[in-house]
């Protein structure tokens, strides 16, 4: 009978300490894809980051180009004006 309780008590052990064991296993393969998630995740950021960044800058070019573009145009109507209308009236 004592044989049967040590086969027993030591059986138990083993099954304990594999179950431990592939546990631990299984964290450190699970914290693996988690680093390799999070790393995607952060270049994701970034490369969004970056665009945003550029998407800034030629939103900011083409509103200075918008503001030339009316300048040019005030100035070209100012010439026309002075130059085809205030004369017929002078006539």
Do not use: C
């Not at 299984?26 to 994701?44: F, P, T």
């Amino acid at each position: 009978m004592e044989l049967a309780v040590a086969l027993s008590i030591l059986a138990s052990v083993i099954s304990v300490a594999s179950f431990v064991l592939n546990r631990k296993d299984k964290a450190l393969k699970d914290k693996g894809e988690l680093d390799e998630e999070s790393s995607n995740q952060k270049l994701l950021d970034y490369r969004l980051t970056q665009v945003e960044k550029k998407l800034d800058k030629i939103l900011d070019l083409l509103d200075s180009y918008d503001k030339e573009f009316d300048e040019r145009i005030d100035k070209a109507l100012e010439q026309h004006i002075k130059l085809y209308h205030s004369g017929a009236q002078g006539n």
